[in-house]
Structure formats: C-alpha cells, structure tokens
C-alpha cells in the first residue's frame, strides 16, 4: 500500500490543546471539533480557499456551511463592510438602507412582501415560528425528518433512527437533537418522512386544525441536499392552505444559492413565510424573516414581538446590499452553478473508471455525494445506505488539501471563486483520485486483516 498522506498540524495540535483549557472541545462551536488530533484552526481565507495556521492550503466546499457565496475576502462586499462600519454600528433605531436590501430582496423574491432582519439562521427561523404562533393562535408545528432549522428548543426535534429498528413497521421514535430540551414541548413538534405524500395527509388529517406551521427545505441543507419531489412541496402548500397553517420554507442555506428567487422559484411555490441567512451577506452575519405582507404585519405591538439590539447591524447591512446586489445583476449564480456541474461530472468520471457506483442529490450548488445509484428520497433511505466509503474518503481529503464535511450528510458547497479561479477545479479533482483510490485501498486492507 502507498504511503498515506500527510499534513504538518503541529501548530493546530498546539492551539487545540491551550484553547482546551478556555474553550469547550477547544471549539467556539462544537461542529469544528474534528478529534485531539484532526481539529485544525484557520488562519485566513480569499476567494475558494482556506489556510490554517500550519499553513496548509485548502480548497473549501464547506465555505462555513454555506454562507461565502461569492467566496472568502470577496474584495466588492468587504469595501461595501467598510463603508457600513462608517456608518457607526447600531443605533436601536432604523436606518435607510434596510429598505434597500429589503427593496432587494422582494424584487429577487416574488413570495416576499416585507421584511424584518434578524442576526443568525437560528434566529430568523424562531421568528417565523413564532411569528405563525401569533397569526394563527395554534402552537404546535410539523417538521421533515432529516431537516435542520437551527438550535432553539422547538427546532430540535428528530427521528430517532440510532435506535430505529426498520423491520418493525413503525416510525421511529421522536427525540431531542440536544440535553437541555424540555421534554414537554415534544408533544407540539409533529415529524414526517419526506416525500411521503400519503403520511402528509394523514398527518394533516389528524393535526392540521391545531398546527400553525410547517417547516420545510425542499433541499436539504444538512441532509445530503435530498430534494422533495415538486408534487410533495405542492400537496405541502395545498395542505396547509386547507387547514389554515403558515408554510415556511425555510431558505437558510438555498437562499440566494440555488437561484436569485430561492429553492421556491425552483419548486413555484409560495410560502407564508420564508428565513434566509447564509449567502444574504457573504458570511456577515445578517439573516432574514420575510412573507406575505398579511401574515407579516404581525409583527406589530400586541402581535408577535420582533427585535434585537444587533439586528441590522450597520456592516452587515452594507455587505447584504452589495452581495445581493452582485447575486441579482451579475451571472455569480450561473458561474456557481456551472462549477457544480463540471465538479461533480469529474467526480463521476473518476468514479466510473473504478466502477463505483454513485449518485448526486441536491442543487449544483450544493450537492450531497452518495455511494448508491439512486439519491435518497429521505433520511430514512440516508441512515439505511452505506455511507463509510464516503466518511472515509473524506478523512483522506483533508490531508489532500480538499475540505469537505467529514458527515456525509453536509452537501459540497460552491461559491463564485471556485469558478473563477483557474486550479480549483484540478487539484480538487486531483486530490479526489488519489482519495478514492486510498479509500478502495482502505476497504481491501480492512476485508484482508
Ligand atoms: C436550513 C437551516 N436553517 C437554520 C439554520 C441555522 O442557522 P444558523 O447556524 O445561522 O443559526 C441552518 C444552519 O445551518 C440551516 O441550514
């Protein structure tokens, strides 16, 4: 067997250990613990690319989970930054570019009539949550196993399939993402399989008249990017506009990625309420709650409260103008989406000539890479698949210069910097080679011990 690959983490092994003493797992977020000794720190980032502090070059499909669309440092949004830190911060008082970016946003999105900021995904969707709370006097919620909507109470709820036992023809059980769930409030989260139309009915049947929302991505953005099929997000709509309940489609991630209108101009569906936050700004912080202009004048006093003293933070203000501003009147999204393309058709080259099976599920933008022939159409279908050649493979990508997620279940991101720089293609596809043929190399190893 070659040698496998390394990389120098001295520097990051060093950090790891004095952040411990300071910081829990040595992480400001305990997604970026990646083990004692795999846990890398960044030193900085420009366009497709990240470094870390042992100045190991990486290409990035991570891209901090989504939000550096255009790329890292993107010179236009960082000048339009420094012109919204002239402005001087917050004031708790409004300023007049929120009406700009909102003015943006409605005219890229035709579901939206008004706007309010909020400050993080997490954020814009308690809002929406709430704010259907408020509209509709109801309070329990339906959710899509495998759909992530952030880390407040109500959002964490999942199908339990570590200890789901398939052959028992039942669902699995329903249980809290996190220790720290009160578990009173399970009784008002309700879970569907994707793609399900029948269990959707059934489900509305039995609740519909005491939910106020559904939540949904159509592309899941933390579950391999598996898609709803167009009939299942129509029936979605028509469903809750029967019952009385507020669909929100939450666009954390497809916001402003997978087309200038969302993954709701992909489906032509409209929602009550949309979140957007990732590619808003670049990666400054600054998300969004956004609707129907009936179910938004909600928020009002007496109605569902809204605010914060960091929302609309004059820099992330600035940033979102200019990004959306080049999302909606440059080809940024275009070059995206054709860089997915021509990635993923390389990766399926290499595959193909090693005879691996292989599929791909989500938007070009952000796909998830899945060792079976067809995509799955839930996360059921995720959790029963084989995914350790992928885990695999991921591990040795990391030592080849190529950061992906080490959980299959989070897509590759693209922004517009990939596209434009002329070896990210290469040397991804490069490293990929080399990490496939480890990871066959891994596998026959482990069959002959
Ligand atoms: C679909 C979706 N909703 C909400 C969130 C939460 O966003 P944040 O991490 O900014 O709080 C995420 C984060 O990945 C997300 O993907």
């Known amino acids: ?60 499909y991570r891209l901090g989970y989504g939000p550096a669309i255009l790329g890292y ?14 402005v001087g911060g917050v004031f708790a008082l409004s300023t007049e570019r929120e009406l700009i970016v909102a003015d943006r946003i409605a005219k890229m999105v035709p579901g939206v009539d008004l706007v309010r900021f909020s400050n993080s995904g997490t954020e ?74 029948q269990r959707l009915e059934d489900t509305f049947r039995r609740h519909g008249d005491t939910m106020a929302a559904m939540l949904i991505e159509p592309i899941q953005g933390n579950c391999c990017g598996i898609a709803a099929s167009v009939d299942y997000v129509r029936l979605a709509r028509e469903l809750c506009t029967r019952y009385g309940v507020l669909l929100i489609i939450d666009e954390v991630k497809t916001g402003f990625r997978v087309a200038k209108g969302g993954v709701q101009s992909l489906y032509g569906v409209t929602p009550d309420i949309s979140t957007f936050a990732k590619a808003v700004a670049n990666g400054y912080p600054i998300a969004v709650v956004a609707g129907r202009e009936g179910v938004m004048r909600t928020f009002r006093y007496g109605g569902a409260a809204h605010g914060g003293t960091y929302t609309a933070h004059s820099v992330s203000l600035a940033a979102a103008e200019e990004c959306l501003r080049i999302l909606d009147e440059t080809p940024a999204l275009q070059t995206i989406a054709t860089y997915g393309e021509t990635l993923k058709a390389g990766i399926s080259r290499i595959l193909e000539r090693r005879g691996i099976v292989h599929s791909y599920a989500g938007h070009a933008s952000m796909f998830g890479l899945f060792f079976a022939e067809k995509a799955p159409d839930n996360y059921r279908d995720w959790k029963t698949s084989d995914y350790s050649f992928y885990d695999q493979m991921a591990y040795f990508l990391h030592d080849l210069g190529i950061i992906v997620e080490p959980d299959s279940r989070e897509p590759w991101f693209v922004c517009e910097a990939h596209g434009l720089d002329a070896t ?25 011990a």
């Open 1 to 60: 067997m070659r040698p496998l690959p390394s990389r120098t983490l001295t520097r990051s092994n060093a950090q790891y250990k004095r952040a411990l003493k300071r910081l829990p797992l040595g992480v400001a977020s305990t997604f970026r613990y990646w083990g004692d000794d795999r846990t890398i720190y960044a030193s900085h980032g420009k366009g497709g690319r990240i470094w870390d502090i042992d100045d190991n070059g990486y290409v990035d």
């Open 124 to 197: 814009a969707v308690m809002a929406a949550l709430r704010l259907a709370r408020a509209h509709t006097g109801r309070d329990s919620y339906l959710l899509i196993e495998g759909a992530y909507h952030g880390l407040f109470d109500a959002a964490m709820w999942m199908a339990n399939l570590e200890d789901w036992d398939q052959s028992a023809n039942r669902d699995p059980e329903i249980t809290a993402y996190s220790k720290g769930i009160p578990q009173e409030l399970k009784t008002l989260a309700h879970l569907v399989p994707m793609n399900d139309l």
């Open 73 to 86: 440092g993107d010179d236009r949004v960082d000048a339009a930054a420094r012109r919204g830190i002239e």
């Open 424 to 448: 990210c293609l290469s040397d991804t596809l490069k490293a990929v080679e080399t990490a496939v043929d480890l990871t066959l190399e891994h596998f026959e190893a482990e069959k002959r």
